[in-house]
């Protein structure tokens, strides 16, 4: 029952959305890396040669608290260990944020 309810909280933190983009795009993978560091998330997924960020601080990219970025670190390394997929919806790489931007993560059970 736990381990149900804990689930769904994460998966409802991962849906939340900061900095809403009607034109977000979405990639499910299987992680293969997964960092954190004081100011930033890094992501990558296996067979893709893209990082994915998520930012605590940086200007003209999307942004989120870091508690968020620790919540979603954990998310995805929950998903690195168990081999099954994530699911990141991002913004693209653009002139004013050099790299994609992860704005939300989902858990998939499979």
Not at 51 to 79: E, I, R
Request: aromatic share 10%.
């Amino acid at each position: 029952m736990f381990k149900k309810a804990l689930l769904t909280f994460l998966t409802l933190v991962g849906l939340t959305t900061f900095g809403a983009n009607a034109h977000a795009l979405t990639l499910t993978c299987t992680v293969d890396q997964v960092y954190f560091d004081s100011n930033r998330m890094i992501v990558s997924c296996v067979g893709n040669s893209n990082l994915y960020y998520a930012f605590l601080n940086a200007p003209g990219c999307s942004t989120a608290s870091v508690d968020t970025l620790k919540t979603w670190t954990s998310m995805l390394s929950a998903q690195l260990l168990s081999g099954k997929p994530a699911e990141l919806n991002y913004n693209a790489a653009t002139s004013t944020c050099g790299s994609p931007t992860v704005i939300s993560v989902k858990m998939r059970l499979r």
